[in-house]
């Protein structure tokens, strides 16, 4: 590590969560193949606890307000990446297309086959969550989950749903993919909510 990089890592040192390491560059990460998506058919559902169901075509969700959020993305496996420029339609924008049932309290994102995760309705539509499809200026790529993601910086990564197509308003929680195989429901990594096990040491 030459001398510049150790003082730029003490530097940045407050920025990691217990237990995570900078990453050189931006590794990709997910659970089974990358999808093909086909981008005539895609449609971004709203749907579940709302007045009306929408679907959006990729134009149509390309046209809502625009946002730009700088954050820093944590993994479950410890690497994490700072000062991500995310480019997209913040989360609050998308709700506000629909009056949410009184009693909605948590949503369900789905993902291409059949990848989903749970958030609390407060922490899905926090200030810096989005629906991202640049990142640094450039297009996300497919294996970094084009055409749409979203972005959670205050959570553990695998709560960011890559190749996202909808959002189930729920009125009770409900786990998602690895919610339901061991990861920790609410996933702070400053809390460092990694497992919904104690870790053996
Ligand atoms: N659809 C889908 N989204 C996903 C995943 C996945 O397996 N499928 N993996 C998650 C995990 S665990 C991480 S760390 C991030 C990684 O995003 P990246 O490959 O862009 O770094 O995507 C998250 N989003
Ligand atoms: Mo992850």
Redesign the pocket.
């Known amino acids: 590590m030459s001398i510049l990089n150790r003082k730029f890592r003490s530097a940045n040192a407050h920025r990691l969560p217990p237990g995570q390491h900078e990453a050189r560059g ?7 193949g990358v999808p093909r998506v086909d981008l005539d058919a895609w449609r971004f559902r709203l749907f579940g606890a709302v007045d009306r169901e929408r679907a959006l075509t990729l134009d149509e969700f390309k046209a809502l307000p625009t946002t730009d959020v700088r954050a820093d ?1 944590h ?3 410890k690497f994490s ?1 700072f000062d991500n420029d995310w480019h997209g339609v913040a989360v609050r924008d998308v709700l506000a297309l629909v009056t949410l049932d009184p009693a909605a309290s948590h949503v369900m994102l789905h ?3 059949g ?1 989903t995760t749970n958030l609390p309705l407060d922490v899905f539509a926090d200030d810096d969550t989005l629906f991202a499809w640049a990142r640094n200026g450039e297009p996300l790529s497919r ?3 084009a055409p749409l ?1 979203l972005i959670v910086p205050k959570r ?9 197509t909808g959002v189930d308003v729920l009125t009770a929680d409900r786990r998602g ?2 919610e339901e195989r061991g990861y920790h429901n609410d996933a702070d990594p400053w809390a460092e909510e990694r497992y919904s096990y104690q870790e053996q040491s």
């Open positions: 931006w590794p990709v990460l997910h659970f089974g993305f993994c479950v496996t990446v993902a291409a086959e990848y294996q970094h989950g993601r553990y990564a695998w709560k960011s749903v890559k190749w996202v993919f690895w």
